[in-house]
């Protein structure tokens, strides 16, 4: 398994080299785009991650969940989930922290352990992808991709509150 990705390698090589395509010029102008590319994404990626730890930082994550509790009981979450449902279309990093202290507070077969488990499974960093995403393409208006995303993330938090409900 350790020879995969070197094996892999040598077979890409093997095949330019065969179709006599110039490898220098090719990686170098790959790794030109890699950086354009970097030096347009880099200030909606910075502009998200200051968003996200001014929001945690605040206070302003507990009083969402405080005003939220009601209706997330509903639909079957318990109250311990409802940061990380918060936290999983802004990042997934911070969303996998809070899983972690999800499950470590509460444990793994509890049901606040088993609804996170699946919350964060059910859905998608929606305004990282589509940041990154929307500005590596160069798209000034995301029109209806923002909404449908958010759309199927709070599907996906529904469905994570009905299954582990059943379950």
């Known amino acids: 398994m350790s020879l995969l990705l070197p094996l892999f390698v040598l077979l890409c090589l093997g095949i330019g080299a ?12 790959g790794a030109r785009e890699g950086i354009d590319t970097a030096r347009r994404v880099l200030p909606a990626l910075l502009t998200m991650l200051c968003a996200i730890r001014a929001f945690s930082a ?5 009083k969402l969940a ?3 509790s009601p209706l997330t009981a ?4 318990p109250r311990e989930t409802l940061p990380l449902m918060l936290l999983k279309p802004l990042s997934g990093s911070a969303s996998l922290a809070m899983l972690r ?3 470590a507070a509460c444990g793994p077969d509890s049901r606040a352990g088993l609804a996170a488990c699946v919350l964060y499974a059910s859905s998608e960093t929606v305004f990282y992808t589509c940041g990154l995403y929307l500005a590596a393409a160069g798209v000034k208006k995301s029109r209806h991709t923002v909404p449908c995303a958010l759309l199927a993330w709070l599907a996906g938090s529904l469905a994570a ?7």
């Open 66 to 68: 405080g005003l939220l």
């Open 74 to 77: 509903w639909a079957g979450l």
């Open 101 to 103: 202290d999800i499950l």
């Open 161 to 167: 509150g009905w299954i582990t409900r059943v379950f």
């Open 58 to 62: 605040c206070g302003l994550m507990e």
């Open 18 to 29: 065969w179709r006599r395509v110039p490898l220098y010029d090719a990686f170098a102008e």
